[in-house]
DNA sequence: TAGCTCTTGCCAATCGATTGCAGCAACCAC
DNA sequence: GTGGTTGCTGCAATCGATTGGCAAGAGCTA
């Protein structure tokens, strides 16, 4: 994905955060940049230490800040990973993530493809899933394929 | 469920303990009665609160100790939710929870019951997914009959 | 520019979980 | 039993992740 497109996603999560009444920050652009960079999850700590590269004196305190700023207003996610793990992805890019506990390979697996599994709850469970994104862990095709 | 069975499987698994080389003691077998009493899943938390009131000065350190030695021999499995909570329950009682968010009842569900997705992760992706049970959070029966 | 208020950096506090250590207790051998 | 070895435990310190307080600084409006 072209590096333009990626400044303009930002741009468009700072109008949305400026139309909410919040202030236009370097340090706020600065983690909002890094989450659309990486596309998918990242930890509160990766977002640090990448931020810190440009702005070193940015604290994780304020990461964690954003963070929740961006949360509340829906911008993105925040996942506890089956793992114990924590991280964060953009709400429009929502998806389960399937973990390869050999070699660390995190795939994404779109929310859709799960939709057998909330209707199958609802109808025999009566239990109405939230589309929560997911943590899956175990083996990937090509570790699996290795060790068999 | 009577007494005496839980009793007699918390025998048991003290049993399996001495077995293996550990010892016998008070602590441990106070532990395991919390867990295996709860029948459900528990937090490190909860079983420190609850054994705490027959055994004052039981420290968490304890609980957290026994844990791990529990789960090394295979006879607890420690669960992470996707609300970041962490609980522990037996091995021999696996099942995935759904997780009420709004009455906070917490319904089991089989492992067995998830087989398609299992079987969906592994054809369509080459994902061989681990059993591990899950934490489901949405909306149970009841409370969804009472928002509607 | 003045001034109000939100943000931030810094740091301490908190929270869940873990660890080092010294004393105690379980188990084994006699 | 009794003594000795070694594992267990309580306590306090620690650690990583996250949050809170506060004063200085920066963004926004008039």
Redesign the pocket.
Known sequence: MPEHSHRDQVDQIMDR??AS????????QAVIKVIVDYHGHV???DIATQVQKD?P??????V??????LRELGIVDRVYFADGS?VYHLSDHKHHHLCCERCGAVQELPISALGNLERFLLEEYGFQNHQQPLGLFGLCASCRQASS
């Open positions: 955060l400026v009444g919040k202030r236009r920050t370097m340090s706020r930890s509160a700590d702005f004196s940015l604290d994780v305190s304020t964690y800040r954003t963070l929740e700023t924590t």
